[in-house]
């Protein structure tokens, strides 16, 4: 079964670090770009990062560019997302999500998770 | 960055109906609009991709349509297990950016 598994949510104070990541299973990790995807509580979806299969291309969205670091380790099938200096409008579910293609990241994403929480509240 | 208005933010329809949303690209994105439902505690589910592909699985009742700047979503007959809020994304370029969702909910 092809399965994503967040993890390292919680709740943090503003300005400090909180890395999340998340695990892949039952397809080739490192055949598929891959994105992370957030919610905030009664919004929508926004697109936080993207990351190539090599890790060539790596690209962010405006809000969180130069405080969040996404990366990958193939040979762990999982992904990464740094969050430094983290603010109050960080709070959200933040998914991973996989993209159909391996190199562009311009793409849509066919398996999501199921998401981890992060709050920023002090 | 590239605009996806969607529309309507929510509505209310009877069983059976039919039940259609649109997204509007703020600039020419081809076909490269992808459709998902999100239930809350679920994983986002693809539906369609390439606006009007329906991926694997997906039932039929399931549709889209356009392209350049406009496009819709169709459930032909809507059912109960259908209730969640549904985005359109659009992967002309970066950043991907997504609709505002249609909440689609049971008279």
């Known amino acids: 079964e092809v399965q994503l598994v967040e993890s390292g949510g919680g709740l943090v104070q503003p300005g400090r670090s909180l890395r999340l990541s998340c695990a892949a299973s039952g397809f080739t990790f490192d055949d598929y770009a891959m994105h992370w995807v957030r919610q905030v509580p009664g919004k929508g979806l926004e697109w936080v990062s993207g990351i190539s299969w090599n890790s060539v291309s790596i690209a962010y969205g405006d809000s969180v560019k130069g405080r969040f670091t996404i990366s990958r380790d193939n040979t762990k099938k999982s992904l990464y997302l740094q969050m430094n200096s983290l603010r109050p409008e960080d709070t959200a579910l933040y998914f991973c999500?996989?993209?159909?293609?391996?190199?562009?990241?311009?793409?849509?994403?066919?398996?999501w998770g199921r998401g981890t929480t992060v709050t920023v509240s002090s | 960055d590239i605009q996806m208005t969607q529309s309507p933010s929510s509505l209310s329809a009877s069983v059976g109906d039919r039940v259609t949303i649109t997204c509007q690209a703020s600039q020419d994105i081809n076909k490269y609009l992808s459709w998902y439902q999100r239930n809350p505690g679920r994983a986002p589910k693809l539906l369609i991709h390439?606006?009007?592909t329906l991926e694997t699985g997906v039932p039929g009742r399931f549709s889209g349509s356009g392209s350049g700047t406009d496009f819709t979503f169709t459930i032909s007959g809507l059912q109960p297990e259908d209730i969640a809020t549904y985005y359109c994304?659009?992967?002309?370029?970066?950043?991907?950016?997504f609709g505002g969702g249609t909440k689609v909910e049971i008279k």
């Open positions: 999500a996989k993209s159909v293609g391996e190199v562009r990241l311009y793409y849509y994403m066919d398996v």
């Open positions: 390439d606006a009007s």
């Open positions: 994304q659009q992967y002309d370029s970066l950043p991907l950016t």
